[in-house]
């Protein structure tokens, strides 16, 4: 038998507390009564209730069969017309008893004007003038008409910081369209002529180039770097009897340059091919390559470089046909004539680039020209010399806007030259034994090149900053997102 204790007696002061807060319960209790049975009223009162508001995820339960129509297929024929769009809340303004938001997919927009009438309550009206802005909704309207508009002005490293939003915009949404038809016009005219795609190594046993600005990685028990360009590979690909070769993919630089038109890592599109007798067969590939991108741009593009044009005015790509090949020392005799100081072999500085830039379209109305035979002394190891001037090389570099966009040569493909040059240059023969050793079994004479798409994006394009036109760019000061 347990024996009940008698209950305890409560302080005064902590009778007054329990008070308080059972009359606080009650009133909270009683005002969402008020607030339940207020908003029962509101939804008793509205007449579209079951047009609107949250839509349940969609889990691939059902198939409506209902038909979307994309806001740039939209169009004045379809007026009266109800369609069904989906796209982000871009603006919305509610003033009275009308709302109009802006609906806005990729780089296209619609105004969708809604009222109060019979179908249209102002509960209803009030939830679609409330929806915040890039939110995805899909709403169905009778057509009307599209509507344009300008954004905001943002400083770049603000759109850079919060790229997710920025890429919604109009202009990026065309910008990266255009970017996709370089890649696509490159395959494409590559592959027609007989190419192959192949896939390159990124993590390396030494330096693509022999130079210093390159990253160096821990691999394992050791230590790799990551490739500055495919070069090699492209060779002994060609040595393996794929005499045509081009590949699309991650070059890595590790150039401490904060400039507008550096990366520390972008898109490579490289090509390698192996000629009869001469390395100008090649050069004449890589022009019409070029000359096609730019036809297939103007042509398949129009829509979205004018959207760009509209954001970033700049005078439209001028090329001739077949493309201009001028020779380095005509190069150095226009700087001349036009008073540059510069010596008959030093290498092209960017200020000089710009000007002969200018030059050449002044004179020949070109945006886009090559430059061959370069001197010998500022080349990469495995360059083949000029065999009628030692001093020179078979090699070039394509220009667009007065930059420099590819560089490229005919390769030396004897493994006793090859081991000559790569001694001049410094290299230590072992890291590269098995590139040279490919050339032991002989090899077809081979040449080519590599461009940064978005390099050539923001050239074609007229951009002020390379980082336009990287998606999420890679440089010194920038890792993130």
């Not at 029962?40 to 691939?60: E, F, H, L, M, P």
């Not at 255009?178 to 030494?206: C, D, N, W």
């Not at 032991?440 to 940064?452: D, R, T, Y």
Request: aromatic share 10%.
């Amino acid at each position: 038998m347990t024996v009940e204790e008698p209950p305890k007696e409560i302080s005064k002061s902590a009778a007054k507390k329990l008070a308080a807060k059972q009359a606080k319960e009650a009133k909270k209790a009683e005002t969402q009564a008020r607030l339940k049975a207020e908003a029962d009223a509101r939804d008793a009162d509205d007449y579209s209730k079951d047009r609107y508001g949250k839509v349940t995820i969609v889990n691939s339960k059902e198939k409506t069969g209902r038909k979307w129509i994309e806001v740039e297929d939209l169009n004045t024929s379809m007026a009266g017309e109800e369609v069904l769009v989906r796209g982000r809340v871009h603006l919305s303004r509610l003033t009275g008893k009308q709302c109009f938001l802006k609906l806005r997919h990729r780089y296209f927009s619609v105004q969708v004007v809604y009222a109060v009438d019979d179908k249209i309550s102002k509960q209803m009206l009030k939830y679609i003038g409330g929806c915040p802005k890039e939110r995805k909704q899909w709403y169905q309207r009778r057509v009307r008409g599209p509507l344009d508009g300008d954004g905001p002005v943002v400083k770049q490293d603000t759109r850079l910081d919060n790229r997710i939003l920025d890429l919604r915009t109009p202009t990026n949404q065309a910008i990266f369209r255009i970017g996709h038809g370089v890649v696509e016009l490159f395959r494409e005219y590559l592959t027609s002529q007989g190419f192959t795609e192949i896939h390159t190594p990124k993590i390396i046993s030494a330096a693509s180039e022999g130079g210093a600005n390159v990253f160096e990685v821990t691999y394992f028990k050791g230590s790799a770097y990551l490739a500055q360009s495919p070069q090699l590979y492209k060779q002994m690909a060609v040595c393996a009897d794929i005499e045509r070769v081009f590949t699309v993919g991650a070059v890595f630089r590790a150039e401490d340059s904060n400039t507008h038109r550096h990366l520390c890592e972008f898109t490579g599109l490289d090509i390698e091919m192996a000629f009869k007798e001469h390395y100008h067969e090649a050069l004449t590939v890589i022009g019409d390559m070029f000359i096609n991108m730019f036809k297939g741009l103007q042509t398949r593009y129009a829509t979205e470089i004018d959207i760009v044009n509209k954001q970033f005015p700049a005078e439209p790509f001028k090329f001739v046909e077949p493309a201009l090949v001028l020779q380095y020392p005509e190069a150095i005799k226009m700087l001349h004539d036009n008073n540059v100081e510069i010596g008959e072999f030093d290498d092209l500085s960017t200020p000089n680039e710009k000007f002969l830039g200018k030059l050449v379209k002044a004179k020949y109305d070109t945006d886009f020209y090559i430059l061959d035979k370069y001197p010998l002394e500022v080349r990469p190891f495995y360059t083949m010399p000029c065999p009628h001037d030692p001093k020179y090389s078979n090699s070039y570099d394509i220009f667009m806007r007065g930059e420099e966009i590819m560089s490229g040569a005919q390769r030396i493909h004897d493994p006793a030259f090859l081991e000559e040059r790569a001694t001049v240059h410094g290299i230590d023969l072992e890291t590269i034994r098995s590139y040279i050793d490919s050339f032991k079994f002989g090899s077809s004479p081979h040449a080519g090149g590599g461009v940064g798409g978005e390099r050539v994006l923001m050239l074609y394009l007229g951009l002020d900053n390379i980082r336009k036109t990287s998606m999420f760019p890679r440089d010194p000061k920038r890792l993130t997102p």
